[in-house]
């Protein structure tokens, strides 16, 4: 069966799953294989939970009419989201970065959502699959896509433009995550920068902070609508002092107050108000839509627990992030400051020196104590008599000793560490 056949089975349905806990009637299954599954396995099973279709690519597998056979299911997947997206014609946000890019899409779709019907990704689904998935969600509804884009390997980034054909990039930053795949930090400006290539070569805008002087001459000759905190960017906005509460910036004479924390979330603010601006959304709309927006999925959440006050950042962790939170954890004007760090995974042959930096870091901050949580972390050279090394969170758990009193609490890890455990033990 041709995509354009496929494609039309889609507009019939109610969208595409893939995974048969989530089937709701009338929708397409796409049998994947992963390391651990072969989806061609549960292909009946998603007619019996209400599927119209399943898409297959194992002739033992295809029984009925409604058993679609191809070669690939995920190169079929690919085929058939570039083809919706060539079908729906709407511009497209695309947005990759070191750190900060979830955060980033949630407040870009808060503030174009005010004026117009977006369709972003959900959670993380940034990778080969997730963003052909964000791109069938889309309908004849849907005004602009927002698509993040993942990736730990060069050309991961040129792949899924080829898919997602963004009208409009930005980049948030080049920091030291997956060096283990991009091999340095030149790697990761390489490996980001394919949105650029792909952006300049069709003539495309980007978004970008001028303040970053990296991804500025990585632009360069390129169309750019820009922000920065001086005068003479596209979109001028002020980071007001965060050292007691959440992010605020001034703009255009408003102060908007985010549920935000940490310095580092001013640019990925600054961003969503700038894309605002440029499609016109007013500044009103802009405030309400940055103050409406609250952190979830252990993002930068501020939780209050007994007479702890917790700072959750245990979604995701690299040096570049790690730094940035140490460094704004400290300015943080609390009397009892406590500090959890996990290990930073995908290092590669760096992992023991940035582990290390960090250790050093850390132990300069004016805290109380300090909790290293995991194998890399334990290997660190210390002796400063605050910090607490633990081979796993369980050994943390096994010898918890915190006592119940007002402190300020920063937990901060990589995902596999399952860092936001610590709060059941609070």
């Known amino acids: ?43 009946e099973k998603a007619l019996e939970l209400g599927a119209s279709y399943v898409i297959i690519d194992e002739a033992e597998y295809k029984i009925t009419e409604k058993h679609i056979l191809v070669d ?11 083809y919706h997206r060539e079908y729906l014609d709407i511009p497209i946000i695309a947005l990759t970065g070191s750190n900060g890019k979830t955060t980033t899409k949630e407040l870009i779709n808060s503030v174009l959502s005010s004026n117009f019907k977006t369709t972003a990704t959900v959670g993380n689904l940034n990778n080969h699959i997730g963003v052909p998935i964000t791109l069938l969600s889309m309908t004849k509804e849907t005004q602009i896509g927002i698509i993040e884009m993942g990736a ?73 609508y820009n922000f920065s905190q001086s005068e003479i960017s596209d979109v001028n906005m002020q980071l007001i002092d965060t050292t007691t ?10 102060t908007i107050y985010s549920n935000l924390i940490g310095e580092y979330n001013f640019t990925n603010i600054a ?16 405030k309400q839509a940055i103050e409406s927006y609250t952190p979830t999925n252990n993002r930068s959440q501020i939780i209050k627990k007994g007479k702890h006050t917790i700072i959750l950042d245990a979604y995701n962790a690299n040096p570049t992030s790690m730094n940035a939170a140490i460094h704004n954890f400290a300015k943080l004007q609390y009397d009892s400051k406590i500090v959890f760090l996990g290990d930073m995974f995908e290092l590669g042959s760096e992992s023991s020196l940035e582990h290390q930096k960090i250790t050093d870091l850390i132990s300069k901050t004016e805290v109380e104590k300090i909790f290293l949580i995991g194998n890399l972390f334990f290997n660190t050279i210390c002796s400063d008599s ?35 455990r610590i709060l059941d033990l609070l």
């Open 72 to 82: 690939n299911v995920l190169k079929t997947l690919q085929n058939l989201a570039l």
């Open 245 to 254: 509460s959440n992010v605020t910036i001034s703009y255009k004479n408003k």
């Open 152 to 224: 730990n390997h060069l050309n991961e980034i040129a792949f899924l433009c080829t898919i997602a054909k963004p009208d409009y990039g930005y980049i948030t930053n080049i920091g030291k995550a997956h060096l283990e795949g991009f091999g340095s930090l030149e790697g990761v400006l390489k490996g980001k920068t394919e949105l650029y290539d792909y952006l300049k070569k069709y003539s495309k805008l980007v978004f970008l902070n001028l303040e970053d002087k990296k991804l500025l001459e990585a632009s360069a000759g390129m169309d750019i």
């Open 386 to 420: 605050r910090i607490h090394k633990f081979k796993s969170y369980e050994d943390l758990k096994a010898n918890w000793s915190l006592k119940d009193k007002k402190d300020t609490l920063l937990i901060k890890g990589s995902r596999g560490m399952k860092l936001e």
């Open 1 to 43: 069966m041709t995509i354009k056949k496929i494609h039309q089975l889609l507009l019939a349905s109610n969208g595409i799953c893939t995974d048969t806990r989530k089937i709701k009637k009338n929708t397409i299954f796409f049998a994947l294989k992963g390391d651990r599954f072969n989806g061609n396995t549960y292909a």
């Open 271 to 286: 961003a969503a108000i700038t894309i605002g601006q440029y499609f016109k959304i007013n500044p009103d709309q802009i």
